[in-house]
């Protein structure tokens, strides 16, 4: 009897993970189109104009007027100038002085235009390529982190070419599909998103990211409308966030998330513009939960004359509805009629009905068919104590319903 239910839970296991998946549309309840019922995101999701207003600004130091690139790590926030400077420099974020410089002597600063980081390297995209759009020494810095912070280099350099660009013909400034400002690191491999200056779209390359000379092999191109400066990759959380700005400088975020295998066809994408003026937003970083640094370098132009500054940014309103189904991502849900989560859990689960009507009785199994808890269901949502059970698969059972859960 035992064996047999413990093979029936893992076969039921398997079974509900198969078909939950099989309902495909759009899941971000942000979403104009949002379908409730949908378990697979097809990126087809619709989004109403958006915007958000920075939490505070902060005036930088005048020696990264060209602040060009952002990354927060161990505790820094780390930044670099776009022109011959070559170094990095660690930042107060309160105040916005330099605390710390870090020079890469042994290299140099054509158009360092991007910062990105893996957990041991840190990567320096020296690929800005507007002036004339045929550059045929475009490269990254890769940088170790330990190395660097106890004042030492061990610099490698991952040259590339685009896969497409055949014409070197000097395309004159801020006039190619070959210009790029941004990139993240993911385990194996490099993406770019280039700054298209005509069309105003972002196309993505991959290369690897070991050292050495490759092709930088076109992925897919987003329809943006503006022009593509910074990203920022939260792996764990399968978002991609790039900063920008438009032809009227103004800045946005388009963030890309609910990103699997790197398929942005799938992914959600959406465009939040940013409520500052005349900004020309260069750079983005994470720093955790749903907090951001922006920098936008110093701009005169036109009786225009902005200085460069550190901007402070919470997209929760906009994330937190897709942080929050993470949550739930492991779920198992049975009719849409109960929710169960943390899966796995430690000490804790949450048992949510989704049409509570009056108090009712659940009973937890352990794998050896044996009870172990009764549960009084009073609320649509029910915190259940699990502190006092050993590590393994239970089954919950509610009604006619199987909820299974494993304890870590």
């Not at 189109?33 to 109403?48: H, K, R, W």
């Not at 490269?139 to 170790?144: A, E, T």
């Not at 260069?282 to 005169?300: C, D, H, V």
């Amino acid at each position: 009897m035992r064996t047999h239910l413990t093979l029936l839970i893992i076969f039921l296991l398997n079974f509900i993970n198969t078909n939950k998946a099989q309902i495909s549309g759009c899941t971000d309840s942000l979403a104009t189109n949002f379908n409730p019922q949908a378990t697979q995101n097809n990126g087809s999701c619709v989004y109403a104009n958006a915007s958000v207003s920075v939490q505070q600004s902060i005036v930088l130091d005048s020696a990264i007027a060209e602040t060009s690139g952002l990354i927060f790590v161990d505790n820094q926030l780390i930044t670099h100038n776009d022109d011959s400077d070559i170094n990095l420099y660690a930042l107060d974020t309160n105040s916005g002085q330099i605390v710390q410089t870090y020079p890469l002597n042994t290299v140099f600063n054509q158009d360092w235009e991007e910062l990105a980081q893996d957990s041991t390297h840190i990567y320096i995209g020296d690929f800005g390529n507007n002036v004339s759009g045929n550059r045929t020494n475009l490269h990254i810095l890769k940088i170790d982190k330990n190395a660097l912070f106890n004042q030492n280099l061990l610099i490698d350099t991952i040259f590339f070419s685009y896969s497409n660009q055949t014409n070197f013909n000097n395309a004159g400034a801020n006039n190619t599909d070959f210009d790029c400002e941004a990139f993240i690191v993911g385990d194996d491999s490099i993406y770019l998103f280039t700054k298209q200056w005509i069309s105003g779209n972002t196309s993505v390359y991959t290369l690897p990211k070991q050292s050495g000379t490759h092709t930088a092999e076109l992925k897919t191109t987003l329809s943006i409308q503006g022009l593509i400066t910074g990203a920022t990759f939260i792996k764990d959380k399968k978002i991609i966030a790039l900063s920008g700005y438009t032809g009227a400088l103004q800045p946005f975020i388009f963030l890309i998330y609910d990103l699997n295998n790197f398929n942005f066809a799938l992914a959600n994408k959406r465009k939040i513009a940013i409520n500052l003026s005349f900004h020309q937003i260069e750079a983005i970083a994470y720093a955790g939960g749903t907090k951001f640094y922006l920098s936008n370098e110093k701009l005169s132009r036109s009786g225009l004359n902005i200085a460069a500054k550190l901007h402070i940014l919470d997209l929760s309103a906009y994330l937190n509805p897709y942080l929050n189904s993470l949550i739930l991502a492991n779920d198992i849900i049975i009719n849409k009629k109960y929710k169960l989560y943390p899966n796995p859990a430690q000490d804790m689960i949450i048992l949510q009905s989704v049409d509570y009507q009056f108090d009712k009785k659940a009973v937890i199994y352990n794998n050896a068919a044996q009870v172990v808890k009764f549960i009084s269901i009073n609320s649509d949502r029910n915190e259940i104590d699990i502190s006092d059970l050993p590590k393994g698969l239970y089954l919950l059972k509610i009604d006619n319903e199987h909820l299974f859960f494993c304890k870590n």
